[in-house]
């Protein structure tokens, strides 16, 4: 229905600008390693803003870069408890699929991260937990959530999420 595809849209939109956001993190050397509903807010005139301060605990990786993150929460990409980039995108995923189903796919209940994150682990696909999903979101969210396949960059799954929502594949 067309007030489901409205509400798609938004949501694929909000997981967009929270990859320009990591981009930018990024390229500054930073991992969030958090991310949640809690740590994105929106602005009064409607862009969304990363919430730094709810990244949890500062740690050194490779070199001088900066990471935060958090035990809570082990994005499927990795048994490693350390924050990656790659583990940010399978968070990215996981935060869309939260804002896609609003529920969980096996308790019937309004879904936190983690249960979803447990999707992953479990091996379930994004159509399997929302199966309205269009082909290209739902490969988007499965590479994301990819230990072998998982996208190089924030710079990567933005653009397959824009072509995604572009082509509504």
Not at 33 to 61: N, T
Not at 126 to 140: D, H, S, Y
Request: glycine content about 8%.
């Amino acid at each position: 229905s067309f007030p489901e595809e409205l509400a798609k849209l938004h949501a694929v939109r909000i997981a967009v600008e929270i990859l320009e956001g990591l981009q930018a993190f990024h390229r500054a050397g930073v991992i969030h390693g958090r991310l949640s509903p809690d740590s994105v807010s929106f602005r009064e005139d409607g862009s969304i803003a990363l919430v730094l301060a709810e990244a949890g605990v500062a740690e050194k990786e490779a070199s001088s870069r900066i990471s935060f993150g958090s035990i809570d929460y082990t994005a499927p990409v990795s048994s490693a408890p350390r924050p990656t980039a790659k583990k940010d995108l399978a968070l990215v995923a996981e935060l869309l699929l939260w804002m896609l189903s609003g529920k969980s796919h096996t308790m019937g209940a309004p879904a936190t991260m983690t249960q979803l994150g447990q999707t992953a682990l479990l091996g379930l696909s994004a159509r399997q937990v929302v199966p309205a999903l269009t082909t290209g979101i739902a490969v988007a969210i499965d590479r994301a959530r990819s230990a072998g396949d998982c996208f190089a960059s924030a710079a990567e799954m933005h653009l397959a999420l824009c072509n995604a929502m572009k082509g509504n594949q």
